[in-house]
């Protein structure tokens, strides 16, 4: 299976996020590129953050983080 460039962008926003603190969001900015930006907004089309342009995870968008985080930390280890 190949996973698009969108999905990996997606992928590389939820690893900016830190899972460990609900209090702490991110905002990405128009000079953040296209491609993060439309992310952003795919994320929140999904229900994993409360804004378009980044804000907090949602309930599902900390278990998906935690997900991505955890795969990147095992394949970057190996």
Known sequence: ?????????????????????????IKVHKAAGAAAVAAAQRLYDKG?????????????????AEHAQSLLTILSSV
């Not at 299976?1 to 702490?24: D, R, V």
Request: proline share 2%; glycine share 10%.
């Open 48 to 64: 994993l953050t409360t804004q378009a342009d980044g804000g907090y995870l949602t309930n599902l968008g900390i278990e998906a």
């Open 1 to 25: 299976m190949s996973y698009s460039p969108e999905l990996i962008e997606e992928i590389n926003l939820l690893a900016l996020y830190n899972i460990s603190s609900t209090q702490e969001g």
